[in-house]
């Protein structure tokens, strides 16, 4: 049975332990780097299906170890990293990050969204077919060829910009997607004064979608930074 193997590259023997030992338990293969260059090369070498990436190392930021990776490699990556604030998330997210944990973090958070970024991983592989097949999540499906939505086999009534943001979420489901990214992927431009209206669009969609509009289950928000969509 394959393991899974994942890319540790954190500086702090504490954390790198408690990552370690976390692993072990759940019998994942794991290498560890303590730098961004030797990230780097290990990204290269060992193939991993996950990094799990410090911002904080002492030879290069962490955003630009994403930036590096990302010229060549779709694997998932996930931040865990002591920097909370929302320019933080929002910098390492567009620079190509998959998710984002803030230290000090639970360990059973760490595991799901570890979890997560595996399946994201293995579903990316075959992306290019998907998007022209049918997308099923929970009770909620899309047939990208025909332009329809559909929720517990019903056609959802949607709009034009209601479609493509619902398009965007679910081909990146269980990736957190920045303000900056979904705009630029439903407008084309970036424009921080249209996230009012990006907000609006997002809460009618939601009204379509989710029975209980104030308890989403399938767009989350992750307040200051954007949404994701959640895998059911």
Known sequence: MYKPKI?????????????????????????TAKNGTSAIMDAVSYNPDVIILDL?????????IIRKVRGWSGVPIIIVSARSEDQDKVEALDAGADDYLTK??????????????????RNGETAASAQ?????????????AAGCAYMEGKEIHLT????????????????????????????GTAVAADIPSLRVFMATLRKKIERDSSAPKYIQTHIG???RMLRQ
């Open 7 to 31: 890319l540790v590259v954190e500086d702090d023997p504490a954390i790198t332990n408690l990552i370690r030992t976390t692993l072990d338990t759940q019998e994942y293969q794991y290498h």
């Open 56 to 64: 904080g190392l002492p030879d290069m930021d962490g955003v630009e």
């Open 132 to 144: 022209s097949a049918l997308y099923q999540n929970g009770e909620l499906s899309i047939d990208y």
């Open 104 to 121: 000090p973090f639970s360990i059973d958070e760490f595991l799901a969204r570890l979890r997560v970024a595996l399946r994201r991983g």
């Open 225 to 227: 930074v954007g949404y």
């Open 160 to 187: 034009p910009i209601e479609y493509k943001l619902l398009c965007v979420l679910a081909k990146n489901t269980g990736k957190v997607l920045t303000h900056n990214y979904i705009l630029k992927e439903v407008w």
